[in-house]
T-cell receptor, first 115, second 119 residues
C-alpha cells in the first residue's frame, strides 16, 4: 500500500529555470496539499487541491508559482523563473477528506536547490 | 491567524530516559486540534499523536503522551523510555475545527525541536 509519492527527491535548477515537482497521492485520496519548508523553519501551507480544482491557494506566492491536480495523473507544483529564495523542501500531503479523522499523510518531500 | 511556538530549538535525552518537548500556540478558536509530527533525517513527516481540544483527557500513544493545558494554550510532548530511533525533528502543529470554515484543513507548524538521543 504505497504512501504519498513525490518526485524527484532532489531537484537542482539554475536561476531563471522552471521547476516541476510531482506528487502522487495515496490510493483513494482525492485531496492534496502542498507545504514548503524553508531551512530552520516549520512547514508552511501553500495550496489545497481536489481533483481538477484549486480549493485554497492562500499560501502560494502571487507570482511564478502554480499548482494543478488533473483528473488523471499526479499533482504538479510548478515554479517558473526560479530564484535563490525558492530553495526549500516542498512537501505534498494527501487525505481522503478534510475531517480531522482523515489525517494528512505526507510524502518524503522534494528538496529544491537553486544555483 | 494562529501561531505555534516551540521554544526549544534542540533537546537531548539519555537513552531509556524521559524527555518533554514544549509547544505553545495562540488562537481565538475554542475548538481545534493539535498534533505532534516527527521528521527523522529521511525527512518523512510522521504523525506521532493527536489531541482534540474538546477532550480533557490527554492523548497517549505507547511511549508518547501529551500534557494539554487548554487555558494556558500549552501542548507538550512527553517521550518515555527514549530510544535511538526517536532522534528526529519534532514539530507541533495546529488545525482549526472543520466547522470553523475556510482554511480549517490547513496545518500550522512550529519551527521544530531537534531531539538527540544519547546512547
Amino acid at each position: 500500500n504505497a504512501g504519498v509519492m513525490q518526485n524527484p527527491r532532489h531537484l537542482v535548477r539554475r536561476r531563471g529555470q522552471e521547476a516541476r515537482l510531482r506528487c502522487s497521492p495515496m490510493k483513494g485520496h482525492s485531496h492534496v496539499y502542498w507545504y514548503r519548508q524553508l531551512p530552520e523553519e516549520g512547514l508552511k501551507f501553500m495550496v489545497y487541491l481536489q481533483k481538477e480544482n484549486i480549493i485554497d491557494e492562500s499560501g502560494m506566492p502571487k507570482e511564478r508559482f502554480s499548482a494543478e491536480f488533473p483528473k488523471e495523473g499526479p499533482s504538479i507544483l510548478r515554479i517558473q523563473q526560479v530564484v535563490r529564495g525558492d530553495s526549500a523542501a516542498y512537501f505534498c500531503a494527501s487525505s481522503s477528506g478534510t475531517d480531522v479523522y482523515q489525517p494528512q499523510h505526507f510524502g518524503d518531500g522534494t528538496r529544491l536547490s537553486i544555483l | 491567524a494562529q501561531t505555534v511556538t516551540q521554544s526549544q530549538p534542540e533537546m537531548s535525552v539519555q537513552e531509556a530516559e524521559t524527555v518533554t518537548l514544549s509547544c505553545t500556540y495562540d488562537t481565538s478558536e475554542s475548538d481545534y486540534y493539535l498534533f505532534w509530527y516527527k521528521q527523522p533525517p529521511s525527512r518523512q513527516m510522521i504523525l506521532v499523536i493527536r489531541q482534540e481540544a474538546y477532550k480533557q483527557q490527554n492523548a497517549t500513544e505507547n511511549r508518547f503522551s501529551v500534557n494539554f493545558q487548554k487555558a494556558a494554550k500549552s501542548f507538550s510532548l512527553k517521550i518515555s523510555d527514549s530510544q535511538l530511533g526517536d532522534a528526529a525533528m519534532y514539530f507541533c502543529a495546529y488545525r482549526n475545527h472543520p466547522d470553523s470554515g475556510a482554511g480549517s484543513y490547513q496545518l500550522t507548524f512550529g519551527k521544530g525541536t531537534k531531539l538527540s538521543v544519547i546512547p
